[in-house]
């Protein structure tokens, strides 16, 4: 079996997973299979009515209801934590407008410490207006500037012994907050989306872009992900870095066949048998992508844990 280093999987933390023996056991799977990384998703509340449009459905609608559970997902990588050894621990993604800048970068740092290292931020603006309202925020339309200084402010405090932020959604005079992370400056920050915006973050503040596809409507097959990749480099360069040095990291669901036919005419990308998902991340590769990070659906933890196995066994990454 090849090395599953530069593959990730998601976690769920909501529905039949939100059990922590579940939860556990999906985690030491991956690890023991060699998965390189776990990553957990994040809602504070789910409200009875939605109206804003889900962007990675066909029909824009979010499919859980209020009343299922779900984890909090730094909570949920704390436990986790402890249930594993060596396997990275990642936020996909977690809302930073959601919550408080200098409460978050004492949280983040806290984990990795006591994970010894492993803490990947996956970050992102969010897209349900009405869970902000729930939290009583009224910066919705703004909330990519608000995730941009929040940025801000916990880099501060990861890597100044005293820090001080003067912004326009929040400021604070010197503080310490230590332990800072293990990780040095800090664990990595993967930007979470593939709009303008969202590139441009990950180019100016980033350490890598997670984009996800292969979702319809979000479908960015390899030469759009190439084309992200080319702005991501312009958009760095304009901020005087070195965009090489910002990874891409692309996430999709993996959906397992035996035979080729039954993906049908208009097969997505992984979306079919070894050879065809092979051959499907031989295509990312050569857009730019340098990891992977796959979701195994829904269903009870033995069957996400089963298709987690499919992967590990029947497809080498190379």
Known sequence: MSSLSNFGCTIPTSGAAADPAALRGLAQAAEGLGFGSLWVSDHVVIPARIESAYPYSPDGRFHLGPTGPYFEPLTALTYLAAATDRIRLGTHVLILPYRNPVVMAKEIATLDVLSGGRVDLGIGVGWMREEFEALGYDYFDRRGAVTDEQVRAMKALWTEDVAAFDGEFFRFQPVGA????????????????????????????????????????????????????????????????????????????????????????????????????????????????????????????????????????????G
């Open 178 to 317: 230590h332990p800072h992370p293990i990780q040095r400056p800090h664990p990595p920050i993967w930007v979470g989306g593939h709009t303008g915006p969202a590139i441009r973050r990950a180019a100016r503040l980033g350490d890598g872009w997670l984009p996800i596809g292969a979702r319809p409507p979000a479908n960015l097959p390899p030469d759009e992900i190439a084309a992200g990749r080319r702005r991501l480099l312009e958009e760095a360069s304009k901020a005087g870095r070195d965009g090489s040095t910002i990874r891409i990291c692309f996430s999709t669901g993996l959906t397992a066949r035996e035979r080729a036919e039954e993906a049908g005419a208009e097969r997505r990308p992984f979306d079919g048998t070894p050879e065809q998902i092979a051959a499907d991340l031989a295509a990312y590769r050569a857009a730019g992508v340098d990891q992977f990070v796959f979701g195994f659906g829904a269903g009870r933890p033995s069957e996400v844990e089963s298709r987690m196995r499919w992967l590990a066994e029947r497809v080498a990454p």
